[in-house]
């Protein structure tokens, strides 16, 4: 874009800066936008306003730095409120006891903002259905109708977020009407994106919808992995031969130890409880996410049925993070399969090449090691959780040698089984011959 093209771009409020807000931020800056980030963390404020890194995600700090003279950070939303018309909501949206989305982030910002403001809180956390419209009403109740509301849900992937901000499959702009539907598409118009203009409710729905049906989608081949361990088919063929049908696609067709992350379960979950809270009861959500649950303890399953009783034997993790090139643990497969490994007296050594920090945050009893083969070393079986690109390329033969058992089970179907046996190691995978 020329210079006189970014002087003319419009700025933006950016309210949480994690892994949506921070991206947004950076990409929006990267257009040539003014940025003004707010945060409640100050710590995280702090670390930002130093150019350090506070969350994983590649192409991410080198966007920070190129546009740092464009984007500012703070813990008021003072800058923001006076310079921007569009205040991008990225705050988190965590899933209470019931399954229900916790709002109460949400409703904290909508509060903040003054009376008799002609701004636009652009929602780019996800929500129930329902919220914009709720938001709506109390903004009228508290005497400020002047501020509008656009639904615009944020699709991108942990791990190629930047690359999904700069390239997003589609833009979906929900909104009643006004100046500030139209101002967030001009926003995204340097993307040549295709644009969905819809309404606030249909907008929350689609995001919804979204993330459901990949969950679906996964939960559903896991299954057929599952059938095929029983059947003697091979599930890589299976989705091969099923991918090539342009109705069903390749995506979302490799079966593994179940999905996590911070999206899917909880807004599996949000949509089931949203369902169930106007009467409807939504069935195959319901399997979509007992079926994950179950499928991340099958691993304990063929460990047992290899190794016989796993008290004092040792297993190896290689990988963490929910998915390869992030640090996102919330969610991770590997949470709970540390904790049912450790139950049944499993000692456990992990590697993980950058989700570490947060898994000793979250996970005890286990030991971090600095190098695959060091978690290796002395292992009774060894478990690929991530799919990160260093550990399907490992050194199968030096795996060998390290661990004292013969055991690698391929939890996400990624290694080449015909070089893991060459090596002298008993493959497993997920539905895999
Ligand atoms: N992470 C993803 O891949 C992804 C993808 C699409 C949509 N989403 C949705 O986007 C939203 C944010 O997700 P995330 O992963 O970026 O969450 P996150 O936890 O990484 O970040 C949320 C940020 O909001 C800040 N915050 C909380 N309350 C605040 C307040 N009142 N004012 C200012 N800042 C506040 C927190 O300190 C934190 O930095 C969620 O609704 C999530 O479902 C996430």
């Not at 081949?221 to 991918?243: K, L, Q, S, Y």
């Not at 909880?266 to 996410?289: E, M, P, R």
């Not at 996102?328 to 989700?355: F, I, K, Q, W």
């Amino acid at each position: 874009m020329s210079d006189a093209g970014r002087s003319q771009r419009e700025p933006i409020g950016v309210i949480g800066t994690g892994y949506v807000g921070l991206v947004t931020a950076a990409g929006f800056a990267e257009l040539g936008s003014r940025v003004f980030c707010v945060d409640i963390d100050a710590e995280k404020v702090g670390r930002l306003r130093a150019g350090e890194p506070t969350i994983y995600e590649p192409g991410l700090q080198e966007l920070l730095a190129r546009n740092a003279e464009r984007i500012s950070f703070s813990t008021e939303p003072g800058e923001a409120l006076e310079h921007a018309r569009l205040l991008f909501v990225a705050v988190g949206t965590p899933p209470t006891y019931s399954g229900d989305a916790d709002l109460s982030a949400v409703h904290a910002v909508a509060d903040a903002i003054p009376p008799a403001s002609d701004r636009a809180l652009v929602m780019k956390s996800t929500v129930p259905c329902g919220t914009g419209a709720t938001l709506l009403r109390s903004f009228s109740e508290q005497g400020k109708a002047a501020l509008a509301y656009v639904s615009c849900p944020e699709f991108l992937k942990e791990g190629s977020a930047v690359e999904d901000f700069m390239n997003p499959d589609r833009v979906v702009i929900g909104d009643e009407g006004g100046w500030a539907g139209d101002a967030v598409q001009e926003l995204y118009a340097p993307l040549r994106s295709t644009v969905v203009r819809t309404d606030i409710a249909s907008s929350e729905m689609v995001k919804l919808a979204s993330n459901a049906f990949l969950a679906t989608k996964i939960s559903f081949i896991n299954e057929i992995a599952n059938v095929c361990e029983e059947t003697g088919a091979d599930v890589v063929e299976v989705a091969r031969g099923m991918g090539l049908d342009e109705r069903i696609g390749p995506k979302f067709l490799q079966a593994g130890i179940g999905f996590g992350g911070s999206c899917f379960p909880k807004d599996v979950d949000a949509l089931k409880q949203l369902a169930g809270n106007t009467g409807y009861h939504f069935q195959l959500l319901t399997s979509v996410i007992e079926v994950n649950e179950l499928q991340k303890r099958r691993v304990i399953n063929k460990l047992q049925r290899h190794l016989g009783t796993l008290a004092g034997r040792r297993v190896a993790l290689l990988g963490l993070a929910f998915k390869p090139n992030t640090d996102d643990m919330r969610e991770a497969s590997s949470l709970v399969l540390t904790a049912r490994l450790l139950a049944d007296g499993a000692s456990v050594s992990a590697y993980d090449p950058v989700a570490e920090d947060r898994a000793r945050e979250l996970m005890a009893g286990l030991s971090f090691a600095p190098s695959p083969l060091e978690a290796l070393q002395g292992a009774d079986a060894a478990v690929l959780v991530t799919e990160w690109q260093e550990l399907c390329e490992l050194d199968w033969p030096a795996v060998a040698q390290a661990m004292a058992g013969d055991l690698l089970i391929d939890g996400r179907n990624a290694l080449d089984p015909e070089a893991v046996r060459d090596a002298g190691l008993r493959y497993e995978g997920i539905g895999r011959r």
